[in-house]
């Protein structure tokens, strides 16, 4: 073969090569997980922006149990103190992290939830009822928006893990597998209800 007819031979091979490398697959692999985990944080955000609401509206329910609402209280502190920012998906600590502070708020407001159910008097309000409408349609929300940042993170990791896109995230990007959310410990069994 002429060195002319070699090296176009040797470039048309590395262009086939280079067009199945996946560079741009991993690259909207990331992008959807980027905005998945936006849709995470902004179902978050409009769960904490409920519950100064809905405690208010609870505090106004004559003899309601404080510790109940002091929980809750306490939990929205706790969980707008977890940094939530796009670095967290690169980070299984930081994301454990977040996840343990919502399953923590989700408790408290399960629990406020129950509680109000003792309260005749609170159920008939209609702020009450709006906004508990309002918390169940969100706590709906969060969990389709944490289905869709796992389901996301599942396909950037497979583009991550998979040959031969594995080499274009190893050696050009420096991309890694991405933790994702994973079940809470005792989330098998239900929760108790006492009366």
């Given amino acids: 073969m002429k060195p002319r007819n070699l090296s176009v031979a040797w470039v048309l091979g590395l262009l086939v090569a280079l067009s199945g490398c996946g560079y741009n ?17 902004n179902q978050y955000q409009r769960r904490m922006d409920l519950i100064p609401n809905l405690v208010n509206t609870v505090k106004g329910a004559a003899d309601f149990e404080k510790e109940t609402l002091e929980a809750v ?10 940094k939530m920012d796009p670095s967290v998906i690169d980070d299984p600590e930081a994301l454990k992290k977040v996840q343990e502070s919502q399953s923590q708020l989700g408790a408290a ?3 406020l939830l129950v509680v109000s159910e003792r309260y005749p ?3 008939a309000v209609a702020a009450f009822r709006d906004l508990q409408a309002q918390l169940e349609g969100t706590e709906n929300r969060i969990t389709v928006a944490r289905k869709r940042f796992v389901d996301a993170v599942q396909e950037y990791n497979k583009l991550v893990r998979s040959f031969p896109t594995n080499l ?15 079940a809470t410990a005792g989330a098998e069994k239900p929760p108790e209800v006492k009366f």
């Fill in 168 to 182: 274009t995230a190893r050696f050009l990007l420096n991309a890694q597998v991405r933790p994702s959310f994973e």
């Fill in 109 to 111: 407001l399960g629990r």
């Fill in 121 to 123: 008097d609170l159920k």
């Fill in 73 to 82: 209280i306490q939990a929205r502190a706790s969980a707008s103190q977890v």
């Fill in 25 to 41: 697959s991993i690259q909207a692999a990331d992008e959807a997980v980027k905005a998945a985990w936006g849709e995470v944080q």
